[in-house]
Nanobody, 122 residues
Framework: QLQASGGGLVQAGGSLRLSCAASGRTFSSYGIAWFRQAPGKEREFAAAIRLSGGSTCYDDSVKGRFTISRDNAKNTVYLQMTSLKPEDTAAYHC?????????????????WGQGTQVTVSS
């Protein structure tokens, strides 16, 4: 089970930190990704991290502004978002898959959490 939290309303240029807490099974060999979905658009990949080793990958649209990290002791993955733009407004979902990450297709992930809404005002 994955539980996403931390969304909210922020002005352009501001920051937010999202959390994705994993429970119910051992995710140590998994990778966790963040996807986002704006109204009327498809869900798109933002960032991912492998829990074992910590390797990361980012979509070009968030590279340099978002940082994904993990706290294995808490079974939690974070997405630190800075320099937020109105186009970052979306519902942010976390997802898990066994093995390597950096897969941008939603069908590659086995587990999904509910979304947490991020709204960036101009």
């Amino acid at each position: 089970q994955l539980q996403a939290s931390g969304g909210g309303l922020v002005q352009a240029g501001g920051s937010l930190r999202l959390s994705c807490a994993a429970s119910g099974r051992t995710f140590s060999s998994y990778g966790i990704a963040w996807f986002r979905q704006a109204p009327g658009k498809e869900r798109e990949f933002a960032a991912a991290i492998r829990l074992s080793g910590g390797s990361t990958c980012y979509d070009d649209s968030v590279k340099g502004r978002f940082t994904i990290s993990r706290d294995n002791a808490k079974n939690t993955v974070y997405l630190q978002m800075t320099s937020l733009k109105p186009e970052d407004t979306a519902a942010y979902h976390c997802a898990a898959r066994a093995g390597s990450v950096c897969y941008s297709k939603t069908g590659s992930y086995d587990y999904w959490g509910q979304g947490t809404q991020v709204t960036v005002s101009s």
